[in-house]
């Protein structure tokens, strides 16, 4: 397996078309996997929003209130409230937001990112990532796509690459019924391929201003297995949000 990224992509803007550049600019095969990072498909489908655009309500109030007595810092409530205008659900509200997106990601403050945002104060994640996945396939030469973000995860320092949508492969390739080393069959064994290959192409991108949106799969395959486009957790059966849901915090920052 191979990875590389699309060289001397421009600043992405609102309406730009990301196919077309990338084919501009890389030969794809048509079973390449082209991820791209959901930074660059927000910006071409304006996605990009100043502070003054979210008036706080009075919970947003409330929150930015007391996250800037827990950290010692001032907090925007315009961005408490964007953070609640694009959220389903405020699992955590301290001592970070933690939010369900309308897509079923998981993240702190909706994900919204307010870095490389130099036409404005907040960059939101794609509203529908799989249906911009898709949309970004049908112009290029390769039969898979995938749209990425970094976020953090439970009991680990710091952040990874992630898959938000994917198109043309499944989410998940299922090892159960088969057999490992010893013949004895797998039972439990679900391998979430759309994160894992986000997570190599995040090594390869890189971050800060040297950052490269968009790197090419070459040399992977899926393989003979059964597959699944379960990707985001069912709430039902999410019992670390359940418990997340009844947990209050009490500490200070360190």
């Not at 971050?207 to 992977?220: A, I, K, M």
Request: hydrophobic residues 40%; negative net charge; contains cysteine.
């Amino acid at each position: 397996m191979e990875l590389f990224a699309v060289p001397d992509l421009p600043e992405i803007r609102e309406g730009d078309d990301l196919a077309a550049l990338i084919r501009e600019r890389v030969d794809l095969r048509e079973d390449d996997v082209v991820c791209v990072a959901s930074t660059v498909v927000s910006k071409a489908e304006g996605r990009l929003f100043d502070l003054e655009e979210f008036p706080p309500s009075p919970r947003a109030n409330e929150l930015a209130t007391r996250l800037g007595e827990l950290t010692g810092e001032e907090k925007d409530p315009r961005f408490a409230q964007a953070v609640l205008e694009e959220s389903t659900e405020l699992i955590m509200e301290a001592p970070f937001l933690l939010t369900a997106t309308r897509f079923g990601h998981v993240g702190v403050n909706a994900g919204i990112d307010r870095s490389n945002v130099a036409d404005g104060d907040l960059l939101l994640l794609p509203k529908r990532p799989t249906e911009s996945a898709e949309r970004i396939r049908a112009g290029l030469d390769a039969d898979r796509v995938i749209v990425t973000d970094t976020c953090g995860r439970p009991f680990r320092h710091g952040q990874r690459g992630v898959a938000l949508g994917w198109a043309g492969l499944p989410a998940s390739r299922d090892w159960r019924g088969e057999r490992d080393r010893d013949g004895r069959e797998l039972g439990v064994t679900v391998q979430n391929v759309i994160d894992e290959l986000a997570s190599a192409a995040n090594l390869v991108a890189g971050e800060g201003d040297g950052g490269t949106p968009v790197v090419v799969v070459r040399g992977w395959s899926f393989g003979d297995h059964a597959g699944s486009d379960a990707h985001f957790r069912e709430v039902d059966g999410d019992y670390v949000r359940q418990a997340l849901r009844e947990w209050r915090y009490t500490g200070g920052i360190h």
